[in-house]
């Protein structure tokens, strides 16, 4: 999937989405596709309609501010579309491409091993970098070199974990957008939607839609297997000195049904630990020749990002 045109195409498809009387249009006569006509476009944007069909045609990639900011009044755009549309509209310099592995500072790894609540580090695309025990435990997707997006809409475990699973994965395409902004040629980006737009339908549609949405604070609304259903407070912190990693963190309001809920999944885990610990020591005594097991507090895993053959992007 290689797409030249990613200013047309946002235009086209919010276009699409404005009802002609939502901007005091009275609709006459037969309309064949839906939404405003281009001509409507221009006409209450203040251009020609010529110059808006070369920007939707990608014949004019280099539109104006003041051309922009019209046509999000028009489009009505919220903030985050509006810088979207903006950072579309503005041909940025080539960057070397991304290294394949992402590695987490070290001080990072500690942390997670010290946090006594789910939290992982992803990358851009979704790919989970690192994650502690809790995090492993909320979700079997939740540990290193597994991309969330894919695991999402691919995983019928984790479409059973959210309780809301169409609007939770909703929200998440909508920031992978933001996200990447006006790099969508990006070849890691590519192939994972390109993949997920044959294998998922609903995934086809979403990312259609255009949609953009910031990161913001959010409830995660999850039935866990072991402990039932959980509210919790999800946080995303940026990793200074890196290429926008994240650290996530779940955790639930305190004393609430959810909080306890979230401290029987701890004792799960720790027993659970204690055991494989229990068993590797064993393993260990009887082979010499095997080496240490992974730090305290860290899932098992690659640990500082996806293996060199994942194609995987990052909500």
Do not use: C
């Amino acid at each position: 999937m290689k797409n030249t045109n990613a200013l047309g195409d946002f235009l086209r498809a919010r276009r699409q989405r404005v009802r002609p009387e939502d901007v005091g249009i009275n609709p006459r006569g037969l309309r064949r596709v839906p939404g405003l006509r281009r001509e409507e476009v221009a006409m209450l944007a203040g251009i020609s309609s010529d110059y808006y069909l070369r920007l939707e045609q990608g014949r004019d990639r280099n539109p104006s501010v003041q051309v922009l900011e019209a046509l999000a009044r028009v489009l009505r755009l919220d903030a985050d579309a509006t810088a979207h549309l903006l950072g579309l509209g503005h041909t940025r310099p080539n960057r070397s491409p991304r290294p394949v592995a992402e590695k987490v500072p070290v001080g990072i790894l500690h942390l997670l091993g010290e946090l006594q609540m789910p939290a992982f580090v992803q990358g851009k695309y979704l790919d989970v970098l690192a994650a502690n025990v809790m995090a492993g435990a909320l979700s079997p997707n939740l540990v290193a070199g597994v991309n969330r997006l894919r695991a999402a809409f691919l995983d019928a475990r984790e479409q059973r974990l959210y309780r809301d699973w169409p609007q939770a994965t909703a929200a998440v395409v909508a920031q992978l957008r933001a996200a990447t902004g006006a790099d969508t040629d990006d070849p890691r980006l590519a192939a994972l939607v390109g993949e997920l737009s044959l294998k998922s339908e609903y995934f086809s549609q979403l990312w259609a839609r255009h949609d953009v949405r910031r990161r913001e604070e959010t409830v995660s609304r999850l039935h866990h297997p072991d402990v039932g259903d959980l509210d919790l407070y999800r946080e995303k912190l940026a990793v200074t000195g890196t290429d926008d990693q994240l650290l996530v963190i779940y955790h639930a309001e305190p004393g609430s049904p959810s909080a306890r809920s979230l401290g029987l999944l701890g004792s799960l885990a720790a027993t659970a630990t204690a055991t494989d610990r229990r068993t590797d020591a064993r393993g260990a005594t009887s082979s010499p020749e095997a080496g240490p097991g992974p730090g305290p507090g860290l899932e098992p895993g690659p640990g500082t990002g996806p293996s060199d053959d994942q194609t995987a992007p990052r909500a």
